[in-house]
Protein backbone atom coordinates (compact mmCIF):
# COMPACT_ATOMS: atom_id res chain seq x y z
CA UNK A 1 0.00 0.00 0.00
CA UNK A 2 1.27 3.57 -0.90
CA UNK A 3 1.59 5.72 2.53
CA UNK A 4 3.00 9.21 1.33
CA UNK A 5 2.61 9.74 4.79
CA UNK A 6 5.38 7.87 5.90
CA UNK A 7 7.95 8.68 3.49
CA UNK A 8 10.92 10.27 5.22
CA UNK A 9 13.34 13.28 4.40
CA UNK A 10 16.00 10.49 2.44
CA UNK A 11 12.93 8.82 0.98
CA UNK A 12 11.50 12.14 -0.49
CA UNK A 13 15.06 12.72 -1.72
CA UNK A 14 15.15 9.60 -3.47
CA UNK A 15 12.04 10.30 -5.46
CA UNK A 16 13.24 14.45 -6.63
CA UNK A 17 16.22 12.59 -7.81
CA UNK A 18 14.97 9.88 -9.41
CA UNK A 19 12.14 12.63 -11.35
CA UNK A 20 15.03 14.78 -12.13
CA UNK A 21 17.03 12.11 -13.69
CA UNK A 22 14.34 10.94 -15.43
CA UNK A 23 13.90 14.79 -17.08
CA UNK A 24 16.73 15.04 -19.47
CA UNK A 25 15.34 12.08 -21.01
CA UNK A 26 12.58 13.75 -22.55
CA UNK A 27 13.10 17.43 -22.35
CA UNK A 28 14.49 19.31 -25.14
CA UNK A 29 14.68 16.12 -27.94
CA UNK A 30 13.79 18.25 -30.94
CA UNK A 31 16.90 20.89 -29.95
CA UNK A 32 19.34 19.46 -32.05
CA UNK A 33 19.11 17.91 -35.42
CA UNK A 34 19.88 15.19 -36.85
CA UNK A 35 23.53 14.59 -37.93
CA UNK A 36 24.45 11.38 -37.11
CA UNK A 37 24.24 8.75 -40.37
CA UNK A 38 23.08 6.11 -38.66
CA UNK A 39 20.19 8.19 -37.08
CA UNK A 40 19.55 9.52 -40.58
CA UNK A 41 18.49 5.34 -41.17
CA UNK A 42 16.16 5.49 -38.67
CA UNK A 43 14.74 8.96 -39.48
CA UNK A 44 13.81 8.77 -42.83
CA UNK A 45 12.91 5.34 -43.68
CA UNK A 46 9.74 5.74 -41.41
CA UNK A 47 9.19 8.67 -43.51
CA UNK A 48 9.91 7.03 -46.49
CA UNK A 49 7.54 4.10 -45.47
CA UNK A 50 4.47 6.21 -44.96
CA UNK A 51 4.80 8.43 -48.29
CA UNK A 52 5.19 5.17 -50.08
CA UNK A 53 2.55 2.92 -48.15
CA UNK A 54 5.01 0.19 -48.21
CA UNK A 55 5.78 -1.38 -44.56
CA UNK A 56 7.28 -4.39 -45.88
CA UNK A 57 10.55 -2.79 -48.13
CA UNK A 58 12.06 -0.87 -46.49
CA UNK A 59 14.25 2.20 -48.16
CA UNK A 60 16.84 5.00 -47.45
CA UNK A 61 16.46 7.75 -49.63
CA UNK A 62 14.34 5.50 -52.08
CA UNK A 63 16.59 3.16 -52.18
CA UNK A 64 16.19 -0.48 -50.70
CA UNK A 65 17.49 -1.05 -46.99
CA UNK A 66 16.24 -4.24 -46.23
CA UNK A 67 19.43 -5.65 -44.39
CA UNK A 68 17.75 -4.76 -41.07
CA UNK A 69 15.20 -6.17 -39.44
CA UNK A 70 12.03 -4.06 -39.56
CA UNK A 71 10.39 -3.07 -35.86
CA UNK A 72 12.19 -0.30 -35.26
CA UNK A 73 11.18 1.46 -38.30
CA UNK A 74 7.44 0.24 -37.51
CA UNK A 75 7.90 2.11 -34.41
CA UNK A 76 8.54 5.66 -35.12
CA UNK A 77 6.42 5.36 -38.21
CA UNK A 78 3.33 4.53 -35.69
CA UNK A 79 4.36 7.96 -33.79
CA UNK A 80 4.50 9.58 -36.85
CA UNK A 81 1.29 8.72 -37.59
CA UNK A 82 -0.13 9.61 -34.08
CA UNK A 83 1.75 12.91 -33.80
CA UNK A 84 3.44 13.82 -36.96
CA UNK A 85 7.04 13.73 -38.41
CA UNK A 86 9.66 16.27 -36.36
CA UNK A 87 12.89 15.80 -34.98
CA UNK A 88 11.06 15.38 -31.26
CA UNK A 89 8.38 12.69 -32.39
CA UNK A 90 11.19 10.86 -33.87
CA UNK A 91 13.55 10.33 -30.83
CA UNK A 92 10.33 9.86 -28.31
CA UNK A 93 10.07 6.46 -28.90
CA UNK A 94 13.56 6.12 -27.98
CA UNK A 95 13.47 7.95 -24.78
CA UNK A 96 10.31 5.93 -23.88
CA UNK A 97 11.96 2.66 -24.50
CA UNK A 98 14.97 4.25 -22.03
CA UNK A 99 12.03 4.55 -19.34
CA UNK A 100 10.82 1.16 -19.84
CA UNK A 101 14.58 -0.16 -19.00
CA UNK A 102 14.14 1.91 -15.86
CA UNK A 103 11.25 0.58 -15.03
CA UNK A 104 12.47 -3.16 -15.71
CA UNK A 105 14.92 -2.47 -13.31
CA UNK A 106 12.71 -1.06 -10.61
CA UNK A 107 10.38 -4.08 -11.34
CA UNK A 108 13.49 -6.42 -11.27
CA UNK A 109 14.80 -5.20 -8.18
CA UNK A 110 11.50 -5.02 -6.30
CA UNK A 111 11.09 -8.86 -6.79
CA UNK A 112 14.46 -9.91 -5.92
CA UNK A 113 13.51 -8.35 -2.48
CA UNK A 114 9.85 -8.37 -1.66
CA UNK A 115 9.75 -9.92 1.12
CA UNK A 116 7.24 -8.10 3.89
CA UNK A 117 9.68 -7.07 5.98
CA UNK A 118 13.69 -6.57 6.88
CA UNK A 119 14.80 -4.65 4.14
CA UNK A 120 14.01 -0.65 4.26
CA UNK A 121 11.03 0.53 2.13
CA UNK A 122 9.55 3.24 0.63
CA UNK A 123 6.13 3.82 -0.32
CA UNK A 124 5.72 0.06 0.46
CA UNK A 125 7.92 -1.03 -2.17
CA UNK A 126 11.92 -1.82 -1.11
CA UNK A 127 14.29 1.04 -1.20
CA UNK A 128 16.04 -1.08 -3.58
CA UNK A 129 13.46 -1.02 -6.11
CA UNK A 130 13.78 3.08 -6.27
CA UNK A 131 17.72 2.71 -6.24
CA UNK A 132 18.14 0.39 -9.01
CA UNK A 133 15.75 2.95 -11.45
CA UNK A 134 17.67 5.53 -10.39
CA UNK A 135 21.30 4.36 -10.52
CA UNK A 136 20.25 3.18 -14.35
CA UNK A 137 18.53 6.35 -15.01
CA UNK A 138 21.68 8.51 -14.57
CA UNK A 139 24.18 6.05 -16.65
CA UNK A 140 25.66 8.52 -18.46
CA UNK A 141 25.71 5.91 -22.28
CA UNK A 142 21.97 4.96 -21.15
CA UNK A 143 21.27 8.97 -21.43
CA UNK A 144 23.38 9.60 -24.29
CA UNK A 145 21.86 7.40 -26.63
CA UNK A 146 18.03 7.66 -25.37
CA UNK A 147 18.47 10.79 -27.49
CA UNK A 148 19.04 9.91 -30.10
CA UNK A 149 17.75 7.20 -32.44
CA UNK A 150 19.67 3.97 -32.04
CA UNK A 151 17.98 1.05 -32.35
CA UNK A 152 20.55 -0.16 -29.56
CA UNK A 153 18.06 1.46 -27.29
CA UNK A 154 15.32 -1.01 -28.29
CA UNK A 155 17.31 -4.33 -28.47
CA UNK A 156 18.38 -3.82 -24.99
CA UNK A 157 14.53 -3.04 -23.88
CA UNK A 158 13.74 -6.47 -25.50
CA UNK A 159 16.40 -8.59 -23.58
CA UNK A 160 15.65 -6.60 -20.57
CA UNK A 161 12.47 -7.24 -20.68
CA UNK A 162 13.17 -10.67 -21.30
CA UNK A 163 15.57 -11.08 -18.40
CA UNK A 164 13.04 -9.86 -16.30
CA UNK A 165 9.89 -12.01 -17.05
CA UNK A 166 12.38 -15.11 -16.66
CA UNK A 167 13.36 -13.88 -12.83
CA UNK A 168 9.45 -13.13 -12.31
CA UNK A 169 8.99 -16.66 -13.46
CA UNK A 170 11.37 -18.12 -11.30
CA UNK A 171 10.17 -15.56 -7.94
CA UNK A 172 6.51 -16.41 -8.84
CA UNK A 173 6.38 -20.27 -9.84
CA UNK A 174 2.52 -19.85 -9.66
CA UNK A 175 2.32 -17.61 -12.15
CA UNK A 176 5.12 -19.24 -14.34
CA UNK A 177 3.17 -20.09 -17.66
CA UNK A 178 1.95 -16.22 -17.75
CA UNK A 179 5.33 -14.89 -17.35
CA UNK A 180 7.44 -17.17 -19.47
CA UNK A 181 4.55 -16.54 -22.54
CA UNK A 182 5.34 -12.80 -22.13
CA UNK A 183 9.16 -13.50 -22.08
CA UNK A 184 8.61 -15.12 -25.55
CA UNK A 185 6.51 -12.12 -26.87
CA UNK A 186 9.66 -9.85 -25.99
CA UNK A 187 11.85 -12.42 -27.45
CA UNK A 188 10.01 -11.99 -30.72
CA UNK A 189 9.93 -8.60 -30.90
CA UNK A 190 13.48 -8.44 -30.12
CA UNK A 191 14.36 -10.20 -32.96
CA UNK A 192 12.23 -8.11 -35.23
CA UNK A 193 14.35 -5.74 -33.65
CA UNK A 194 18.21 -6.92 -33.85
CA UNK A 195 18.03 -10.10 -34.82
CA UNK A 196 19.27 -13.36 -33.29
CA UNK A 197 21.07 -12.00 -30.40
CA UNK A 198 17.68 -10.66 -29.25
CA UNK A 199 17.29 -14.98 -28.28
CA UNK A 200 21.02 -16.08 -27.85
CA UNK A 201 22.05 -14.11 -25.20
CA UNK A 202 19.30 -14.12 -23.12
CA UNK A 203 19.53 -18.14 -23.71
CA UNK A 204 23.04 -18.00 -22.91
CA UNK A 205 22.33 -16.32 -19.24
CA UNK A 206 19.34 -18.94 -18.74
CA UNK A 207 21.65 -21.40 -19.11
CA UNK A 208 24.48 -20.15 -16.95
CA UNK A 209 21.75 -19.57 -14.20
CA UNK A 210 20.45 -23.30 -14.32
CA UNK A 211 24.08 -24.63 -14.59
CA UNK A 212 24.74 -22.92 -11.65
CA UNK A 213 22.24 -23.78 -9.49
CA UNK A 214 22.47 -27.55 -10.87
CA UNK A 215 19.18 -27.35 -12.65
CA UNK A 216 19.48 -27.66 -16.20
CA UNK A 217 16.96 -30.46 -16.05
CA UNK A 218 14.80 -27.47 -15.40
CA UNK A 219 15.18 -26.39 -18.96
CA UNK A 220 12.22 -28.38 -19.49
CA UNK A 221 9.97 -26.22 -17.60
CA UNK A 222 10.69 -22.97 -19.66
CA UNK A 223 8.12 -23.81 -22.40
CA UNK A 224 10.41 -24.04 -25.04
CA UNK A 225 7.71 -25.38 -27.81
CA UNK A 226 4.88 -22.34 -26.79
CA UNK A 227 7.95 -20.09 -26.94
CA UNK A 228 8.82 -20.69 -30.45
CA UNK A 229 4.97 -20.99 -31.18
CA UNK A 230 4.79 -17.76 -30.17
CA UNK A 231 8.34 -16.48 -31.43
CA UNK A 232 7.38 -17.98 -35.12
CA UNK A 233 3.84 -16.05 -35.08
CA UNK A 234 5.62 -12.99 -34.39
CA UNK A 235 8.62 -13.02 -36.80
CA UNK A 236 7.23 -15.29 -40.17
CA UNK A 237 4.45 -13.21 -41.03
CA UNK A 238 7.22 -10.31 -41.91
CA UNK A 239 9.65 -12.62 -43.37
CA UNK A 240 7.18 -14.76 -45.36
CA UNK A 241 6.46 -11.15 -47.10
CA UNK A 242 9.46 -10.37 -47.23
CA UNK A 243 10.68 -13.41 -49.42
CA UNK A 244 7.46 -12.82 -51.31
CA UNK A 245 8.69 -9.94 -52.51
CA UNK A 246 12.49 -10.59 -52.93
CA UNK A 247 13.11 -13.68 -52.46
CA UNK A 248 15.68 -15.14 -50.27
CA UNK A 249 18.34 -12.88 -50.31
CA UNK A 250 17.29 -10.09 -47.95
CA UNK A 251 16.73 -12.61 -45.86
CA UNK A 252 20.25 -14.81 -46.03
CA UNK A 253 22.28 -11.76 -46.60
CA UNK A 254 20.84 -10.15 -42.94
CA UNK A 255 21.29 -13.71 -40.76
CA UNK A 256 24.49 -14.73 -42.44
CA UNK A 257 26.40 -10.80 -43.27
CA UNK A 258 24.64 -8.80 -40.17
CA UNK A 259 24.98 -12.06 -37.82
CA UNK A 260 27.11 -15.28 -38.47
CA UNK A 261 29.63 -13.52 -40.12
CA UNK A 262 30.06 -10.71 -37.60
CA UNK A 263 30.44 -13.50 -34.62
CA UNK A 264 32.24 -15.90 -36.78
CA UNK A 265 34.92 -13.57 -39.30
CA UNK A 266 34.67 -10.14 -37.51
CA UNK A 267 32.86 -8.21 -40.22
CA UNK A 268 32.18 -4.69 -39.65
CA UNK A 269 33.63 -5.21 -35.84
CA UNK A 270 37.29 -4.13 -34.81
CA UNK A 271 38.87 -7.06 -33.86
CA UNK A 272 41.79 -5.76 -31.80
CA UNK A 273 39.70 -4.62 -29.72
CA UNK A 274 40.41 -6.94 -26.54
CA UNK A 275 38.66 -7.29 -23.07
CA UNK A 276 41.06 -4.52 -21.76
CA UNK A 277 38.57 -2.40 -24.29
CA UNK A 278 35.78 -3.00 -23.05
CA UNK A 279 36.72 -2.69 -18.98
CA UNK A 280 37.21 1.11 -19.02
CA UNK A 281 33.81 1.51 -21.48
CA UNK A 282 31.89 -0.69 -18.96
CA UNK A 283 33.19 1.76 -15.79
CA UNK A 284 32.40 4.94 -17.43
CA UNK A 285 29.30 4.09 -18.64
CA UNK A 286 28.04 2.87 -15.41
CA UNK A 287 29.65 5.66 -13.34
CA UNK A 288 29.84 6.74 -10.31
CA UNK A 289 27.70 2.94 -9.22
CA UNK A 290 30.91 1.35 -10.96
CA UNK A 291 32.65 2.85 -8.20
CA UNK A 292 31.15 0.29 -5.52
CA UNK A 293 31.66 -2.98 -7.93
CA UNK A 294 34.80 -3.62 -5.90
CA UNK A 295 32.94 -3.37 -2.26
CA UNK A 296 29.68 -4.98 -3.72
CA UNK A 297 32.01 -8.16 -4.64
CA UNK A 298 33.77 -8.37 -2.06
CA UNK A 299 30.44 -8.18 0.30
CA UNK A 300 29.24 -11.02 -1.75
CA UNK A 301 31.56 -13.49 -1.30
CA UNK A 302 31.92 -12.68 2.09
CA UNK A 303 28.13 -13.47 2.29
CA UNK A 304 28.89 -16.89 0.51
CA UNK A 305 31.37 -17.78 3.23
CA UNK A 306 29.08 -17.06 6.15
CA UNK A 307 26.47 -19.30 4.29
CA UNK A 308 28.64 -22.41 3.68
CA UNK A 309 30.24 -22.24 7.20
CA UNK A 310 26.26 -21.79 8.21
CA UNK A 311 25.42 -25.01 6.17
CA UNK A 312 29.06 -26.63 7.15
CA UNK A 313 27.64 -26.39 11.24
CA UNK A 314 23.97 -27.08 10.73
CA UNK A 315 25.18 -30.56 8.68
CA UNK A 316 27.66 -31.66 11.77
Do not use: C
Amino acid sequence: MFRTGSVSVRGRLILVLLALAIIPYFVGLGASSIWDANEAFYVETPREMIERGDYISPTFNYEPRLNKPVLSYWIVAGFYHVFGASVAVQRLPIALGALIMILTAFVLARAADDSPGGAPRLLGIPAAAWWAALGLAIAPRLLMFSRRIFIDIYISMFMGLTLLLFALSERYPERRRMFLSLMYVAVGLGLLTKGPIAALLPGLVFGLYLLLHGELKRIREMMIPLGLVIVLLLVVPYYAALYQRHGWSPITSFVMGENFARYTEGVGVDRTRGVGYYLPVVLTDSFPWSLLIVGAAALWFADRRRLRAAATAAAA
